[in-house]
């Protein structure tokens, strides 16, 4: 089965905006639809057409384009059954734990509540790549506008969960506010303090920050990282779980 191709650009402000794509049989999927232009710009200069929609969650930021995109392409628009009714022009629904296929490969639906409610993530498990949008970011998770700090923690396992050579694609260019938070939370990681380095340069030249990987996730991302001593001695929370050291880390990232 050929590799699928994929294309990463801006939407909006710092939105990302991605397309999967199939070379062998055409299919194009748009993970969420941030802004109409930018897709369409995309698919343009890559000369493929829309087959898909994979939508996220119900935020206007991740949906805008929904329906100026089907109407243009007839696209198949999927998205989550706990937000069914909040998704424009949604055709087939998907919950915790589903699958379907896109040209051949396996998707798998990964329930994350938390950002919203009904959030979801797509894994490609064959691929080795996760289309995490509002769940999971370098370097940080996503705000809890919907969800309990519990909920985004089990969320969060999930993911973790996952081979840790999975690329993971995130929906917002947060990155460099992340890694200037996360030196706050974890200041002896060695590791963190040259990521951080690298990707102030990184944004200097305009570069982008996606994707991440897993296991880069799980050795530098505070929110990844609750039961570390070194966190847990910095957050003055020895004895918390990592259920409350998440929830505090959240915390002060809310007010950083």
Request: glycine share 8%; with cysteine.
């Amino acid at each position: 089965m050929p590799a699928l191709d994929l294309d990463l650009f801006l939407c909006r402000t710092d939105n990302f905006g991605v397309l999967l794509h199939d070379p062998e049989s055409g299919e194009t999927a748009s993970i969420d639809a941030p802004e109409e232009q930018p897709i369409l710009d995309a698919l343009e200069r890559r000369g493929w057409t829309l087959t898909h929609i994979f939508t996220t969650h119900h935020h206007n930021d991740h949906v805008e384009a929904n329906l100026a995109l089907k109407t243009r392409y007839d696209a198949t628009i999927i998205g989550p059954d706990r937000e069914a009714s909040r998704i424009p022009g949604i055709d087939m629904t998907i919950g915790d734990g589903g699958d379907f296929t896109f040209a051949g490969h396996k998707v798998r639906v990964i329930g994350t509540p938390g950002h919203t409610s009904g959030h979801i993530c797509y894994h490609l498990p064959d691929d080795r790549l996760l289309f995490a949008a509002d769940t999971l970011f370098a370097l940080g998770c996503g705000r809890l506008f919907e969800g309990s700090p519990a909920d985004m923690w089990a969320s969060l396992q999930k993911l973790m969960a996952l081979p840790d050579d999975t690329q993971v694609y995130f929906g917002h260019e947060y990155t460099l506010s992340n890694a200037r938070f996360a030196v706050t939370v974890d200041p002896d990681n060695a590791e963190l303090k040259a990521r951080a380095a690298e990707i102030e340069a990184l944004r200097a030249r305009g570069g982008f920050t996606a994707p991440t990987t897993l296991g880069l996730e799980k050795r530098t991302n505070p929110f990844l990282r609750p039961a570390d001593p070194g966190i847990r001695a910095h957050l003055g929370l020895p004895s918390a779980s990592d259920g409350e050291v998440f929830a505090e880390i959240r915390r002060r990232k809310d007010n950083f």
